[in-house]
């Protein structure tokens, strides 16, 4: 069973236009975040839920909005895409208890043309 | 500020040890963070630090000292597959439930 996934593994789109990414934890975590990894490999957070509460919005244009439905889902809408969104987006989840390693869901490769 | 720092490549031998540093000022400290990322590939959790002192796991050990702000990934006996970008990651205080990375450090292993 796949611990953390995504939808889709790959996105190409034109700028403009409005997509969205979904994420989901078998693990039972209670902690979930979404990543932007960019053309240099740099992973920087954009935002994290704590049991569906929004805890962390790191100056993310307010084009994208995530939402979190309940504990094991969390999803990234993204509006008028533009070229410099193009990235991979990782999903990832911990339990906010212990060590908390986060488990991170395979990415989604979003082009932008 | 907050900031992590890593070499941006090494390069080693198949059977070689290497060491990775990583070096971080960050505000509050719950513990670092070791990953792992294939080539298009997601990263995958290698070992985690919060007190000071060397965590060994198989053929990967990893180092902290709180006081120096500083860590590294040991990684025995290179294999092939060993060669991937290892991040170093840092938690916030408790209760922020933020992870900064850094920028990752690209092994290359050599036959």
């Known amino acids: 069973d796949t611990a953390v996934s995504q939808t889709p593994k790959y996105l190409v789109t034109q700028m403009g236009n409005d997509k969205s990414i979904k994420c989901e934890q078998n693990l039972g975590h209670d902690t979930m975040y979404w990543y932007k990894q960019d053309s240099k490999k740099f992973l920087k957070i954009m935002f994290s839920y704590n049991n569906k509460e929004l805890i962390i919005n790191e100056t993310v244009p307010n084009r994208f909005s995530p939402k979190s439905p309940d504990k094991a889902h969390l999803n990234l809408h993204i509006n008028s895409l533009e070229l410099g969104d193009s990235a991979v987006y990782f999903c990832?989840?911990?339990?906010?208890?212990?060590?908390?390693?986060?488990?991170f869901g395979p990415g989604t490769r979003l082009t932008v043309l | 500020g907050q900031n992590i720092d890593q070499p941006t490549e090494m390069t080693a031998t198949e059977g070689a040890i290497v060491q990775i540093n990583c070096t971080y000022q960050?505000?509050?400290?719950?513990?670092l963070f070791w990953y792992q990322q294939h080539a298009g590939e997601a990263p995958t959790f290698l070992s985690y630090?919060?007190?000071?002192g060397l965590e060994e796991k198989g053929r990967f050990s990893s180092f902290l000292s709180r006081s120096k702000g500083y860590s590294y990934l040991l990684l025995k006996e290179l294999q092939m597959k060993d060669s991937a970008s290892y991040l170093c990651a840092v938690r916030g205080t408790s209760g922020t439930y933020k992870y900064i990375f850094g920028t990752g450090t690209r092994l290359k292993v050599l036959a």
């Open positions: 990832a989840s911990s339990q906010s208890s212990g060590h908390s390693e986060q488990f």
């Open positions: 630090n919060v007190l000071d």
């Open positions: 960050t505000s509050g400290f719950n513990g």
